[in-house]
């Protein structure tokens, strides 16, 4: 059973402060890792994806990827609260399709003005 | 990215009966995805939808209650059958995303209400 992790919240930081969302996955064999944004009543929308071990950076969203500690983190500097949202962590095992994605639970991220 | 449309955006309906989702891509690809996003969960795929051949069902899914059609490459439906409560649920589709890489985009969802 193909595993994704992740600490449902619910996570609430001040305005301007980095919020860190954090995610394990259970496949060491796993390829590819997603980041997904979902607002209240919407689909999710993809926001990041990283495929090797390290840092990917995308204006004020960084995605870390340790596939040693089988860990991917999201960070959101100067958190907004329009960031107010669940974020989705999404994990590509490597069996069968290669487009095929588990979910974590998603994490409730609370941005106070 | 992939644009996705889908219709209905919402529907009630009453338990024993049907309802055909539709999924409409902007763009050709190969292979769309059915999800399930129960209340309050996280999503959960119910089937890979191939053009041109039968779509491949997830544990705990079975063609007789949901099947699928894909009769081109950028439209595929998906049918809940003789549904009841337990059915409540935001049903999204997805595809890949062009440019080579295995992201995935989402349609606007499907919320369905069962009585």
């Known amino acids: 059973q193909k595993e994704v992790e992740q600490n449902s919240g619910p996570l609430s930081v001040p305005e301007g402060a980095i919020a860190s969302l954090n995610c394990t996955y259970s496949?060491?064999?796993?390829?590819?890792f997603f980041w997904y944004r979902q607002y209240s009543g919407k689909s999710p929308e993809l926001i990041m994806f990283?495929?090797?071990?390290g840092d990917k950076e995308d204006g004020r969203f960084t995605a870390q990827l340790n596939k040693a500690s089988q860990y991917v983190s999201l960070l959101i500097r100067d958190s907004q609260p329009s960031d107010s949202a669940t974020y989705l962590c999404a994990v590509n095992f490597p069996r069968g399709s290669n487009y095929k994605l588990t979910f974590g639970k998603g994490t409730l991220l609370t941005v106070n003005p | 990215s992939a644009v996705i449309s889908q219709k209905p955006s919402r529907d009630i309906c009453q338990r024993g009966t049907s309802l055909t989702i539709q999924c409409q891509v902007d763009s050709q690809v190969t292979m769309m995805f059915w999800y399930r996003q129960q209340p309050g969960q996280s999503l959960t795929l119910i089937a890979t939808a191939n053009q041109g051949s039968e779509a491949t069902y997830e544990s705990g899914f079975v063609i007789d209650k949901f099947p699928i059609s894909r009769p081109n490459l950028t439209f595929s439906t998906l049918t809940v059958s003789n549904m009841s409560p337990e059915d409540s649920s935001i049903y999204l589709c997805?595809?890949?995303?062009?440019?080579?890489?295995?992201?995935?985009?989402f349609g606007p969802g499907t919320r369905l209400t069962v009585l």
């Open positions: 997805s595809a890949p995303g062009t440019g080579g890489t295995d992201t995935q985009y």
């Open positions: 496949d060491r064999g796993s390829q590819s």
């Open positions: 990283i495929y090797s071990n």
